[in-house]
T-cell receptor, first 113, second 116 residues
Framework: AQTVTQSQPEMSVQEAETVTLSCTYD???????LFWYKQPPSRQMILVIR??????QNATENRFSVNFQKAAKSFSLKISDSQLGDAAMYFC??????????FGTGTRLQVFP | DSGVTQTPKHLITATGQRVTLRCSPR?????VYWYQQSLDQGLQFLIQ???????AKGNILERFSAQQFPDLHSELNLSSLELGDSALYFC???????????????FGPGTRLTVL
C-alpha cells in the first residue's frame, strides 16, 4: 500500500525568506502523481502544485517549486520570498491517475514578519 | 473558488441522528470523492463515485453511505451519529478519465459536522 510521510509537524520562516517542506512516499507503482495542497485557517483545500512522476523536470508555480527525487521517493516543496499569506497547513498527497489521494499528516507553516 | 460546492457549511446535531451532506462537482467533472478530516489530522478517503457508479471505497463506516445522482451531484449520508464522527467532510471532484493531462482533484469548502 502507498504511504505518504511528512516528518515536520511545524516549520517557521521569516517573511521574504525561503523555506522547504519535506515529503517522502512509498509506492511500487511507476505511474503516479504528487501534489501539495495548502489549507489556510479557512480550512479550504487549495492546490499549490502538482508533479507527474514520469516528468524529470521539477514543477514550478510562481514562488512555489518542488524538488522531486524519484529514486529516493522524495517530494519537497520550496516556498521562495515567503509571504504572511503563506501561513497554513501544507499537505503532501499521492495519487494514481483517476484514483483516490493519499495524504500525509501535514506541516504547519508559520510566517513571521 | 474551486467550482465545487458543498452544503451546508456547518451542521450541529445530536448523537444517534442522521444527516445528509451535499456536493456539486465542477462543471465537466464526472467523479466525486468524499474525504473526512478529523481535528488536526490529514484527510482520509471515504468513497469515490464516477458517473453515478461507486468506483472505490476507503475507510467508510457501515453507518455511512453515499450516492451520485444523474445530474452528478453527490450526497453523503451519515446515520446513528457518534461523537467521534465530528469532523470536516470534504468533497472533491475531477474529470477522472485517463488522457494527456494530470487528473487533479479540486476540493469544495467542506462541511463541518459537530455531533453533541
Amino acid at each position: 500500500a502507498q504511504t505518504v510521510t511528512q516528518s515536520q509537524p511545524e516549520m517557521s520562516v521569516q517573511e521574504a525568506e525561503t523555506v522547504t517542506l519535506s515529503c517522502t512516499y512509498d509506492t511500487s507503482e511507476s505511474d503516479y502523481y504528487l501534489f501539495w495542497y495548502k489549507q489556510p485557517p479557512s480550512r479550504q483545500m487549495i492546490l499549490v502544485i502538482r508533479q507527474e512522476a514520469y516528468k524529470q523536470q521539477n514543477a514550478t508555480e510562481n514562488r512555489f517549486s518542488v524538488n522531486f527525487q524519484k529514486a529516493a521517493k522524495s517530494f519537497s516543496l520550496k516556498i521562495s520570498d515567503s509571504q504572511l499569506g503563506d501561513a497554513a497547513m501544507y499537505f503532501c498527497a499521492y495519487g494514481s491517475n483517476t484514483d483516490k489521494l493519499i495524504f500525509g499528516t501535514g506541516t504547519r507553516l508559520q510566517v513571521f514578519p | 473558488d474551486s467550482g465545487v460546492t458543498q452544503t451546508p457549511k456547518h451542521l450541529i446535531t445530536a448523537t444517534g441522528q442522521r444527516v445528509t451532506l451535499r456536493c456539486s462537482p465542477r462543471s465537466g467533472d464526472l467523479s466525486v470523492y468524499w474525504y473526512q478530516q478529523s481535528l488536526d489530522q490529514g484527510l482520509q478517503f471515504l468513497i469515490q463515485y464516477y458517473n453515478g457508479e461507486e468506483r472505490a471505497k476507503g475507510n467508510i463506516l457501515e453507518r455511512f453511505s453515499a450516492q451520485q445522482f444523474p445530474d452528478l451531484h453527490s450526497e453523503l449520508n451519515l446515520s446513528s451519529l457518534e461523537l467521534g464522527d465530528s469532523a470536516l467532510y470534504f468533497c472533491a471532484s475531477s474529470v477522472a478519465r485517463r488522457g494527456p493531462w494530470t487528473d487533479t482533484q479540486y476540493f469544495g469548502p467542506g462541511t463541518r459536522l459537530t455531533v453533541l
